[in-house]
């Protein structure tokens, strides 16, 4: 089956840029999306398509993807950002969506 | 507005069975696959499965084949998720998610889920 690889961490401080990676084999012949997920709340999508975001997402937040690494960029990070974010795709068959295994978002 | 309200919170003994629901409103039930994702406290995100309410068509997780069932009323506009034995392992936050028309797509929205806990 199909595995995606997520740090379990990144720090930043305010006002810098945050890059949260996802791995997978020729990941970057999938479609990747993510998810935020603040403490307490459900998951929202950040971002579809690899670097699309759906309305209501700041511009601060892009992707991108190629070769065996997709990348979620938060740039000018503040507070508010702090959550888990997670990848996900679907498998080979397509018949199976894939999670990464969440990535804590900590600002400094 | 597209929104998924879940049933509330549960809290069972192991060996008990639950369903618990979640109702579409806002778009065309129908149209839209909807699928089950468990959270496991200070886990990750686990799909469980997905149900097509059109015509039921529904696929599983591996790891969830045989413990739960996902079913769907067209008539209410409304999933759930099944139990017939609850194990304390069940304890988790669940959530509901509908996925784009685009496939394979995305999930958008989820619901705010609902948290079952099971004791022994």
């Known amino acids: 089956s199909y595995v995606l690889t997520q740090p379990p961490s990144v720090s930043v401080a305010p006002g810098k840029t945050a890059n949260i990676t996802c791995g997978g084999n020729n990941i970057g012949s999938k479609s990747v999306h993510w998810y935020q997920q603040k403490p307490g709340q459900a998951p929202i999508l950040v971002i579809y398509?690899?670097?699309d975001r759906p309305s209501g997402i700041p511009e601060r937040f892009s992707g991108s993807n190629s070769g065996n690494t997709a990348t979620l960029t938060i740039s000018r990070v503040d507070a508010g950002d702090e959550a888990d974010y997670c990848c996900q795709v679907w498998d080979n068959n397509g018949d199976h969506p894939v999670f990464g295994g969440g990535t804590k978002l900590t600002v400094l | 507005e597209v929104q998924l309200v879940q049933s509330g919170a549960e809290v069972k003994k192991s060996g008990e069975s639950l369903r618990i629901s979640c109702k579409a409103s806002g778009y065309s039930f129908t149209n839209y696959w909807i699928a089950w994702v468990r959270q496991m406290p200070g886990k990750g995100l686990e799909w469980m499965g997905i149900i097509y309410p059109g015509d039921s068509d529904t696929r599983y997780s591996p790891s969830f084949q045989g413990h739960v069932t996902i079913s769907a009323d067209k008539s209410i506009n409304t999933a759930f998720l099944q139990w017939t034995t609850l194990n304390v392992s069940d304890t988790a936050m669940y959530y509901c998610?509908?996925?784009?028309?685009?496939?394979?797509?995305?999930?958008?929205?989820w619901g705010l889920g609902t948290l079952v806990t099971v004791s022994s």
């Open positions: 398509y690899d670097s």
């Open positions: 998610a509908r996925r784009t028309v685009i496939t394979p797509g995305w999930f958008d929205p």
